[in-house]
């Protein structure tokens, strides 16, 4: 018989054992629970164990395990906990089970299709962002993106854009949240084709686009008709001259119909280091991270943080951009499948050790004081 490990212990983990005690091809031996805390309990005869104990004393008796979660963000988070240690089956069944009472055998003893093989469904990507542009009108101090050195208005390669889109559209079966950003995306005069084409390839992801606000009084009616029409959120970053603007920025989002949202007063910048020795402490730098699961879709890859990515391509001459290829996600000819990529890059890495292990935030400050027009020396 095949020994199988229920993770999830509970109404679904129940009704699957239920429905497990109704063959006799597959043999539960053991619940895998993770708010089970080192001790063990019981459901129906068998140990509830966490993932840890599972791991040194079951492992090797178990053949496969079925997921037992109700959503597919937990079903989803499960699976990559047991990933890349556990090398048998793990098997996916629908969340539907439940609520419907589905069988979860059909009348040759087989799964039924909604119960499938991890390997079977395309994960979900939780986010991504990416910069139409790094110029920004702006000019924060410490710009964690940099865009305080930025002097001229380069926009993202359409192609590529177009390309990694399709890159991430093969691997992932969706995105959730997507996030346009820069630099200051309202500088670009053709916003609206960046906004139509990233709706065009996720249309049940929320797309946001990050912005200062302060050019948005006087932007072209038929960006914001577009933003409208792709029902995109703009998110409006309230740095202290933004706060001085805000009325007229409102004004002209509600005129529009445009939906929006209002971050709390901006008055801290983490402040950016300029020295990159590297430390030996990724797990610690990892776990703290204010960017935590930032993932950055860029020059055709995804990387599992935009702010490292930046500082290894600004001094390169001390860390070698080997680290950026290896730490990262071909989206132009992806080959590897989206649970390996978020394998890659949900997990510390070697970049990590290359980032702060403490914060240090400072006032916030402008480079630029007019705010409004484009920057220029």
Request: charged share 25%; net charge neutral; glycine share 6%.
């Amino acid at each position: 018989m095949v020994k199988i490990a229920l993770y999830g212990a509970g109404n679904l983990g129940k009704y699957v054992l239920s429905e497990l005690e109704k063959q006799n091809l597959y043999e539960p031996i053991i619940f895998i629970d993770n708010f089970v805390s080192g001790q063990s309990w019981s459901r129906r005869g068998l140990k509830i164990v966490n993932l840890e104990i599972f791991k040194k004393e079951w492992e090797a008796e178990c053949d496969a395990v079925i997921i037992c979660a109700e959503n597919k963000i937990n079903k989803q988070s499960m699976t990559l906990s047991l990933l890349p240690w556990f090398n048998k089956d793990i098997f996916l069944p629908s969340e539907h089970i439940l609520s419907a009472k589905l069988p979860l055998f059909n009348e040759k003893g087989d799964f039924c299709t909604y119960v499938k093989k991890y390997t079977e469904e395309k994960p979900i990507l939780s986010y991504v962002e990416h910069d139409l542009t790094k110029f920004c009108n702006l000019k924060c101090k410490n710009c964690g993106h940099r865009s305080d050195e930025v002097k001229s208005i380069i926009k993202s390669d359409r192609k590529v854009f177009i390309q990694s889109l399709e890159g991430l559209r093969k691997i992932f079966s969706n995105i959730y949240q997507i996030r346009l950003m820069g630099g200051e995306p309202f500088v670009l005069d053709d916003l609206d084709w960046y906004v139509d084409t990233a709706r065009g390839f996720f249309e049940e992801s929320e797309i946001d686009i990050v912005t200062n606000g302060l050019l948005i009084p006087n932007v072209n009616e038929e960006i914001l008709l577009a933003i409208k029409k792709n029902n995109i959120n703009v998110q409006i970053s309230q740095y202290p001259p933004t706060r001085k603007m805000i009325e007229k920025i409102v004004y002209k989002l509600e005129q529009a119909g445009v939906k929006y949202q209002i971050s709390s007063p901006i008055l801290k910048f983490m402040e950016r280091r300029e020295n990159y020795e590297y430390v030996n402490k990724i797990e610690s730098i990892y776990r703290n991270c204010p960017n935590y699961h930032c993932h950055t879709m860029s020059d055709g890859r995804l990387f599992g943080c935009g702010i490292i990515k930046e500082l290894i391509e600004r001094d390169g001459d001390k860390v070698n951009n080997k680290l950026l290829l290896e730490n990262s996600i071909d989206l132009i000819n992806p080959k590897i499948s989206g649970w390996d990529a978020l394998i890659l890059l949900e997990r510390a890495n070697t970049l990590c050790g290359y980032c702060f292990e403490e914060q240090n935030w400072v006032n916030w400050e402008s480079l630029n004081k007019n705010y409004n027009l484009y920057y220029k020396q």
